[in-house]
C-alpha cells in the first residue's frame, strides 16, 4: 500500500473528488484524501494523502494558501465568477492602481461567504437558499490575507497568500465594489498549499507520481523524540521539555503520533499515525 503524500497538478473541468477517484482506479487502493477542496474550473496544487498519511487529515486540512487569480470588470454574476449566471452589468470605471486596492484588503477580516458556497445555516447550504429561490442568508467568515501582489496590471491578475477558507472570487467582487464597479473571477490557480507549491505538482495522467513523505508535510510542527516510545505507542500522556502547543513525535525519525498540551502542561495524544 501507498503511504505518503502526492501532490497533483488539478485539471480543469475536474472535481478534487474525482481525482481522488481517479487515483484509486491508478493506485487499486482505497486510502486517498485531499487537503483542500478545489472548485472544478480552478487547477493547481492539490496535496493527496495516501494510505496511513490520510490518518493526518485534520492537521493538514486547515494550512494558509496561496491563489493566482484574473478577473473582468462590468459584469456581476450569481457565483461571482464567470461560470454563473450574469445577474448585472455596468460601465467599467478604469482602475488607475491596483496594487493600491489590493493593498486595502491585507490583513485579518470577515469575508462575506459567496450565494453559492456550502457553508451551511439552519442545517442547509447556502446554495441550496440560492436554487430554491429563497432569500440567502449573509454569511461571514474569518480569514486573513497575508500578502497581494499586482502579477498583470492590464491582466487583472494577482496573486493572494491567504488563510484556509478565503474565497479569492469574494476578494474579485470585493475590488470592483472598492472601485465603483462589478465584477468577476475569470480564472483560478491554486500555486501553494500545506507546504507544497505548483513547482512539485505532477499531473493527474503522469505514468506515476512522486510520493512525498509525511514527515515533509509536518516541517514546520515542533518534533519530538521521546523515550520511552512504547507509551506514545499505546498513546499514554507523556512529559517532555516542548516549546510549541501541539507536537510531532517521532520514532527513528518517522512522525507516528500528534501530541497537544493540555492545562497541566502534559501532552496528550490528539491522533495515532502509526
Known sequence: MMDGILVINKPYGMTS???IAR?????KQKKFGHTGTLDPNATGVLVVLCGRACKALQFLENQDK??????????KTDT???WGEVVETRPVQPIENLQAV??????AQKQQVPDTSAK??????????QREGKEVPRVF????IYRAKVLDEQAMRFEIACSSGTYIRSICRDIAAKTGNVGTMTSLVRSQAGGFDLSQAEDLDAPSHTLHSLESAFETMEHVAYEPVDDVYNGKPVACQAEAQRIAITDAGKIIAIYERDEKGVYRCKRGLW
Open 17 to 19: 473528488h474525482d481525482v
Open 23 to 27: 487515483l484509486r482506479k491508478k493506485y
Open 66 to 75: 496561496t491563489y493566482i487569480a484574473t478577473m473582468a470588470l462590468g459584469k
Open 80 to 82: 461571482d465568477d464567470i
Open 102 to 107: 489590493l493593498d486595502t484588503m491585507v490583513g
Open 120 to 129: 451551511k445555516i439552519a442545517g442547509k447550504k447556502l446554495y441550496e437558499y
Open 141 to 144: 467568515a474569518d480569514i486573513e
